[in-house]
């Protein structure tokens, strides 16, 4: 650990904290532009030593001005990080990142430098005021969160560098401003006793330089210690992750991205369009932004038997990292329905201040809401069955979840409190055919305990990907069309993959017969039928899904009533379900007998853009009275390589159409 002389401006290293010999302070800032390194004030001591020249003369205005501030309270060392971390070793950089939240805590005060926050004028009445200290980059930092929590004591300064207040005395503004608790600025509780997603839910609106320092900045706040390597992205989050879950039995970490209430009623919607399958683990601290009252009371489901040796005997949630996802021991709740939609309760629960629940109202129905009063509701997280084929190699026994939240910024299902709303919810059709007691009583689910796995993080909520098709014709100069570069584009909730490439092994490529790509449409989240729709389900479709076969060739008929320039360079493209292609003849049929000259050439198209609508239930009605279509747009453009003589595929838009309101509420009518 290197310290700052406040005399000497000289930098020492000591071997901890807790090894150097009197009080030291600490600056907690935000870095600017122009920040002095370690190897800045070596180089600065050396000179002035060598010159004789005062080191304040060369010295940026923040060091000397925290150094004259720290002096004058009585304070020989100080650690700044911009100039007491020697960053070109990266050892010395993992031993700082790792050890910073210690570095806090054990100093005698922290100064923290609001170079955007005027003094505290008193004739001012605090409006304007309290609205730019509100308003301060500081408090949107992502390091200066343990820098707030962690020491004992800490100034808040302003941009001349006077004391506005401690943060005990503004402890209600900086609640206010950061979400954290007074209790916890006040040292009054310890930040361990506060829940992993409300820890979390005080950096979802903070920003940090690097993506990685997302996760780096948390460690001291959960007492993590990992290996920092700069480099790896998102993946530095994940990490934190797994080693809270490893050292934590606070399952609150997957408690991200929870769901709001609202005067309109529960949140207790599961249909497709409210919700989407995500993985365990959340991508950035943002995801938890809605998780600040979020608490954690763990349920004690079966007790300690006496003699421990009978492990069979205990039953404990817990969450184990493994190559083929999360393995979760868990109590769960199972629908009997056509979709195994599992519930599980795991303690959680969440305090919502802005609206609460009418007492008159009709037993077992949601309650009405009115404002200015507070309620407690419970959280369940609820897992959707994924698919065997996107883990091939993994068994098609394995029990693979995914964890269903909801789009609109929110997640896991909320229900009532009251223990007759939480009963009246698991007894609905939904769950499956009542099942009744002797007495005539509804029967109700009890968790049961059940190994599964659990999708580790979330896909790309992003369904655009890029799909390189690796064709011999990309390889020719003066190839009629290239596809390597193509960009899918599906709407949501579509997702695409490419499944086929056929008719391309040619060398040369002329396009006769055409090239056939055939891709595999569907939806990124399982389809949960609701309880009101009786069989068949107005979903059916919905869990199916449908391949797609894009044609694209090169006309040789010579007899096209086209442009010279069509005729020239005669590319066209369309597409038909797979379905409709007869896989006898598909390779044998010509470019003449699978295209139609007048719509089907590109360079009659639009600016070389045209769309194509397919009836997917052939005319027939649906259950809404709407038939189901897919619209799929191509996109081309001139090579940049050979503009005279070839095209390239730049895009393939698919989206669904069709389907009425009505149909994705459950409506049955014909």
């Known amino acids: 650990m290197w310290l700052l002389n406040t005399h000497t401006y000289s930098l020492k290293l000591f071997v901890s904290p807790e090894a150097v010999s009197s009080p030291y302070a600490i600056l907690s800032h935000c870095w600017g532009d122009k920040e002095q390194s370690f190897q800045d004030l070596q180089r600065i001591h050396e000179q002035c030593a060598a010159s004789g020249t005062d080191p304040q003369d060369l010295l940026c205005a ?19 990080d911009t100039c007491c971390i020697d960053k070109t070793s990266s ?10 939240y210690r570095y806090y805590s054990l100093a005698d005060v922290c100064y923290a430098y609001l170079p955007d926050v005027p003094p505290r004028d008193t004739r001012d009445l605090g409006a304007v005021w309290s609205a730019t200290f509100a308003w301060s980059r500081w408090h949107k930092r992502g390091w200066t969160l343990q820098e707030l929590i962690a020491p004992k004591m800490v100034f808040l300064l302003s941009n001349t560098w006077d004391v506005l207040g401690s943060k005990a005395d503004l402890a209600g503004e900086l609640e206010f401003v950061t979400g954290i608790p007074a209790s916890v600025l006040r040292h009054e509780a310890r930040p361990a006793d506060i829940c992993v997603a409300q820890r979390m839910s005080w950096a979802a609106s903070r920003e940090t330089t690097r993506v990685e320092d997302q996760a780096y900045c948390l460690l001291g706040l959960f007492g993590v210690n990992m290996p920092t390597l700069y480099g790896e992205g998102t993946n530095a989050y994940r990490r934190l992750q797994e080693e809270i879950m490893r050292t934590s039995v606070d399952t609150t970490l997957f408690a991200w991205q929870c769901p709001s209430l609202t005067p309109s009623g529960w949140n207790v919607d599961l249909s497709p369009r409210s919700m989407e399958a995500t993985g365990l683990l959340a991508t950035e601290p943002a995801q938890f932004a809605s998780s600040g009252n979020v608490s954690y009371t763990p349920a004690i489901y079966k ?38 939609l599992k519930i599980a309760p795991l303690g959680w629960s969440q305090r919502r201040s802005e609206v609460a629940a009418n007492s008159g109202r009709r037993p077992h129905s949601p309650p009405k809401l009115t404002e200015r009063s507070s309620v407690t509701v ?75 796995y659990l999708v580790h993080t979330t896909r790309a909520p992003d369904p655009v990907l890029t799909t390189p098709l690796r064709a011999p014709m990309e ?3 003066d190839a009629p069309v290239r596809i390597s570069r193509v960009r899918w584009d599906a709407a949501v909730p579509l997702s695409v993959s490419v499944v086929g490439l056929a008719n391309v092994s040619d060398m040369p490529w002329e396009g006769d017969p ?66 409709d ?6 390779a044998s049929e010509s470019s003449r007998q699978t295209h139609d000259c007048p719509t089907d050439h590109v360079l009659t198209w639009p600016n070389l853009e045209k769309s194509f609508a397919l009836d997917l239930d052939h005319g027939l009605p649906t259950y809404s009275g709407v038939a189901r279509t897919f619209d799929v747009r191509f996109e081309f453009g001139r090579c940049r390589w050979n503009p005279q003589q070839s095209l390239e595929l730049r895009t393939v838009g698919i989206c669904e159409l069709g389907i009425s309101a009505s149909e994705l509420d459950g409506s049955t009518s014909t």
């Open 514 to 579: 055409p090239a056939r790509v055939t891709i595999r449409v569907g939806r990124t989240a399982p389809v949960v039928p609701l309880a009101s729709s009786p069989p068949p389900y107005p979903y059916h479709w919905h869990q199916a899904e449908v391949q797609l076969v894009l044609q694209l060739g090169r006309c040789l008929a010579g007899e096209c009533d086209l442009s010279p320039e069509a005729r020239s360079r005669p590319v066209w493209a369309n597409v038909q379900l797979e379905s």
């Open 475 to 477: 390889q020719a100069c």
């Open 303 to 340: 007790a300690v038997p006496a003699d421990l040796t009978s492990r069979s005997d205990l039953d404990v949630i817990s969450f184990t990292t493994t190559p083929q996802g999360i393995r979760a021991r868990l109590p769960v709740i199972t629908s009997t329905g056509r979709v195994a």
């Open 581 to 586: 292609v007869d896989p006898s003849t598909a």
């Open 378 to 452: 419970p959280l369940f997280m609820v897992l959707l069955p994924e698919r065997t084929d996107r883990n091939s190699g993994l068994g098609a026994s394995l029990p693979l979840y995914s964890v269903s939240r909801h789009k609109r910024g929110h997640g896991h299902v909320s229900m009532p409190v009251r223990a007759a709303d939480y009963q009246a919810i698991l007894s609905t059709t939904f769950w499956g055919p009542e099942s009744r007691s002797d007495d005539g009583q509804v029967a109700h689910r009890a968790p049961s305990w059940e190994t599964v």
């Open 91 to 100: 050892a010395e950089l993992s031993e700082a990142i790792n050890s910073m």
């Open 62 to 80: 923040k060091i000397t001005g925290c150094c004259r501030l720290v002096r004058s309270h009585g304070y020989e060392w100080v650690w700044i």
